[in-house]
Each structure stands twice: as C-alpha cells, then as structure tokens.
C-alpha cells in the first residue's frame, strides 16, 4: 500500500543553518504530497503541497519539490529560525472526495540560537 | 481565523471504559476525520465522515470505534470499551470540499491515556 518515509529525528541546527528533511514514498497512482508542521501544543497545519510532478510547493520560506523520478519530497530551508521549531510530517493523498492523508512518522526540529 | 476545536485537551481513562472525544469542525466544512498518533509513531488515519456517513475507514477502525455527528456542530469519536492501545493522540480534522486542492485544517488534538 502506499506510504511515506521520513528522516529520523530529531534534527538539531544552529539559527541560519540549512535545513533538509528527507521524504520519500510509495503510491500506486499519482499522489499529491503535502508537509505538515506541528508547533508546540497546537494542531497540524499545511506548510506546503505538490500536486503533480515537478511541482515546487514553498511557503514560509520552506521549498520541497515533487520529484517522481525518486519518488521524493525533501523539505528545505536556506535559513531557519528558532520560531521553525516544530514537528514536520511528510503526508501524501492519493485518491478523490474522502481521501484520507496518509502521514510519516514525523521529524522533529530543534533550533538554537 | 476559524479553526478546529477539540475537547478535552486530555483525557484520562480506564481500561474498559467508554470515552467520547468532541471536535468542533470549521463551520462551512463538510468533510470530517480523525486521525491517531500512538507516541513516536505515525499519525493514522482512522475515519472519514460525510454527508451524515462514514465514507472510509481504516483498519484501526473496528467496531470498538464509532462517530456521530449529533448536531450541526459537534463530530464525536467513541470508543466503546478503551484498551491500553488506544493511549495516543487523536486529531479531528475538517475541509470545505472534497479532493487535493482543499486543504485539511486539523484541531489542537486530545491525548487519551487509559491506564
């Protein structure tokens, strides 16, 4: 079945340094595929999404691109703050009306001043 | 802005007892979820909910699970007699339409612990 695979955690940077979190999946059709960011003590949000291949999704100074040919979506930053601490979940949705997310584990980022 | 609310933000149990976990969907939404986070695990989906009916449903979503949308706010999960594995987070989750390009809004989440 379909599924997604993150990085593990935590991933512990400096402010201002690079950040990369590796997304990889696994669908039989042709998902879009979304990050999601979960500050602490509050709900999922939508970071970014891709709907098809190629696609760029950035927001918040956040980029991943939808690479079919690797089947990835790795989360990038040039530059993070200590606000982007937070748990980001890698998520894919491979079907119409009703469809379900199907999540990774999540990574969590810690950023130091 | 509008947002998904859940309550409690915690919620303690016994094992065998009957919770009901409460959400406030985004008011013109239509479609409803629930989703679970088991401690260090991925977050799963358990149901979804529409047109007064479950649409899909996981494999988590036995008949110990059930959800309500008892009036025109409130969206429900139970779970009917609690076991040790069903300690986790829960998020409801709600969108305006159907399909990829209406994004998800989940609420702040209720730990349920049953000891």
């Known amino acids: 079945g379909d599924s997604v695979t993150q990085m593990e955690g935590p991933v512990t940077l400096s402010e201002e340094a690079f950040l990369t979190i590796n997304c990889t999946y696994t669908?039989?059709?042709?998902?879009?595929l979304f990050w999601y960011v979960q500050y602490p003590g509050e709900g999922l949000q939508l970071l970014l999404k891709a709907t098809k291949a190629d696609d760029k999704g950035s927001n918040k100074g956040f980029e991943a691109t939808y690479r079919k040919e690797t089947t990835s979506f790795h989360l990038e930053k040039g530059s993070v703050q200590v606000s982007d601490s937070a748990v980001y979940f890698c998520a894919l949705s491979d079907r119409e009306a009703g469809t379900a997310l199907i999540f990774g584990k999540g990574t969590t980022l810690s950023v130091s001043s | 802005e509008p947002e998904v609310t859940q309550t409690p933000s915690h919620q303690v149990t016994q094992m065998g007892q009957e919770v009901i976990l409460r959400c406030v969907p985004i008011?013109?939404?239509?479609?409803f979820y629930w989703y679970r986070q088991i401690l260090g695990q991925k977050v799963e989906f358990l149901v979804s909910?529409?047109?007064?009916?479950?649409?899909?449903k996981s494999e988590i979503f036995d008949d110990q699970f059930s959800v309500e949308r008892p009036d025109g706010s409130n969206f429900t999960l139970k779970i009917r007699s609690t076991k040790l594995e069903d300690s986790a987070m829960y998020f409801c989750a709600s969108r305006e339409g159907g399909g990829n390009n209406s994004p998800l809004h989940f609420g702040n989440g209720t730990r349920l612990t049953v000891t």
């Open positions: 909910f529409y047109n007064n009916e479950i649409s899909e």
């Open positions: 669908a039989t059709g042709y998902p879009s």
């Open positions: 008011s013109n939404h239509l479609y």
